[in-house]
């Protein structure tokens, strides 16, 4: 996988983590978010095009903040969705 890829699958995640937060889901929670930090991993060993480097330093920082966050109720969830947003409309310049 490229870094487009994995950004991609990343901002899929989150979707689906913002959906369970505003169902409840809160155990769904916690297994995407591991195979989330998979994908995190994966992205900081991928090759990427420093254009990209700004949107990764604001994602890592958001991202941490959010699975500290246990409140998952609709403001969090939102902060998710605006997350998965960003990279959707980023991923494109990751690539090399």
């Known amino acids: 996988m490229d870094a487009t890829e994995i950004l991609l ?10 959906r369970w937060a505003t169902e409840k ?26 254009e990209i480097i700004p949107t990764l330093n604001f994602f890592e920082k958001n991202y941490a903040r ?20 960003i990279l959707i409309h980023r991923a494109k310049i990751a690539r090399p």
């Open 25 to 50: 889901k809160h155990s769904r929670i916690e297994q995407f978010f591991s195979d989330t930090d998979w994908y995190v991993e994966k992205l900081a060993e991928a090759k990427k095009n420093n």
């Open 66 to 85: 959010l699975k500290k966050n246990k409140s998952r109720n609709d403001a969090w969830a939102e902060e998710a969705f605006t997350l998965s947003n």
């Open 9 to 18: 699958n990343i901002a899929v995640n989150l979707g689906r983590i913002g």
